[in-house]
């Protein structure tokens, strides 16, 4: 018997099977169970049913982090401000969603409730794909000839290194991640390589028109995340700041 | 007549013809000339022929910056313990390659010399291609209908905004960067669909041990950036330092 009145998994995505088989059995009668994981359907079908009537489960996911992993790289401000979302089912006690709510408030994070499907999406496009996009690009790097390999590490700074940091994540976490959320990646990887098929071909025709105003565009969703202080803003000096930037120093726009 | 011993043009790639013709009759007989442009064969192409025999060209691209452009986005410190790398034609004047590698030391960037086609590969895969796919997920984020988008924004900080960083960058410079280095951006960039076409069919086919064995080697690359000092480490506490992290928070290894 587990004496733990709330139990938070923060394992793989793929490891929930077999977690629930060993710890159902064992979990105290009342029990909340929350979990970590990048991924929500998946772990409510493969975890649900070994969690006794008694007990509560309440998915969870705090959107927050880095590259990198285990609890050594952890810091007291890493959940401040961040979002956590939690997927549990209508029908699930609330007093268990209140009792993980209050658990994540005090770290800080701010809590949205949301169905684990539309989770499974959403963390698709702001997530999933854009690891999946910047483990291709280091992977194509990689298999450069080690002359201009070792070029690549060496002027990482005009762009690539943005995307080295996240292709550090750890591999158990995102092979699971990929496994198990499948058909929304597969869909958002489609649609992006419609576009990015769209821009290689206004390159190949010289279509500057296309690329100006493609680029155009994606520049007001950076301005709206760093007005929401979900990014960290570099100052002119190179200090790191949270949040919104002072107007002196809002990109040129020429 | 312009009177500078020194003239540094900071302009886009697409403008040097132009500028060639206008300024090149102009120069101060012995003037050197240098550029900071992200294209180096193509401004090479278009702007020699108007410099005069008694001045001289070096090329130069300093691999420092933010998305943020103008005057105004300066700092002290952009080029400290950055390479800059020069492109000048083998029988440029030796003191004219000095006096710009000199310039450049000044400010405290490590100089790079290398032949200007080179050049263009290999900011093709770190610089060209990173900034064509963040322009293109964000463009796919940008197109999905505007209750995702929002989530999109809110959840950002699980991968997404690394690439709108680079993605804010300035749509005229960027524009004019992949309409002059054609050749090598579609060659990486056709390298990195058939990566992303493998990868897709392993997630496909629930391959996970071509996942892991792709998220695996990816790692070392950003390691030896950190290395390097071409990186900042972002240590527990969520304060920015600049190059190697102490030993004790190396990225876990599980």
């Keep these: 018997m587990i004496g733990a009145d709330l139990v938070v998994l923060c394992v793989p995505v793929g490891a929930f099977a077999e977690i629930g088989q060993v710890i159902g059995p064992a979990l105290k009668p009342g029990a909340v169970v929350t979990d970590t994981g990048s991924v929500k359907q998946s772990i409510i079908d493969s975890f649900q049913e070994w ?38 089912s209508p029908d699930t ?29 959403v963390l698709a496009i702001t997530s999933h794909l854009p690891h999946l996009i910047a483990y291709t690009i280091v992977g ?44 929304a990646v597969l869909e958002v990887l489609q649609r992006f390589t419609e576009d990015l098929t769209a821009l290689q071909k206004s390159i190949r025709r010289g279509d500057g028109k296309y690329l100006f105003d493609t680029f155009t565009k994606t520049r ?25 930037p002072p107007v002196v120093a809002k990109p040129a726009t020429e």
């Excluded at 268990?96 to 994070?109: L, M, Q, R």
């Excluded at 960290?232 to 190179?238: E, I, L, R, S, V």
């Design 51 to 88: 969690v006794p009537e008694s007990c509560s489960f309440v998915p969870g996911h705090p959107i927050a982090g880095t590259e990198h992993s285990g609890p050594e790289s952890g810091f007291a401000e890493l959940f401040e401000n961040r979002w956590c979302i939690l997927t549990p």
């Design 220 to 244: 007001s969703i950076r301005h709206e995340i760093i007005d929401q202080g979900q990014a960290d803003y570099k100052a002119p000096g190179g200090v790191v700041q949270e949040g919104t």
């Design 140 to 183: 194509t790097a990689d298999e450069l000839g080690d002359d201009i390999k070792s070029e690549v590490i060496k002027f990482s700074a005009s762009g690539f290194r943005d995307f080295t940091r996240i292709a550090a994540s750890n591999p158990v976490m995102w092979r699971d991640v990929f496994l198990n959320n499948k058909d």
């Design 93 to 121: 006690n609330i007093k268990a969603v209140e009792a993980v709510t209050k658990f994540w408030e005090a770290f800080g994070s701010r809590i949205e409730i949301m169905d684990p499907q539309h989770h499974d999406l």
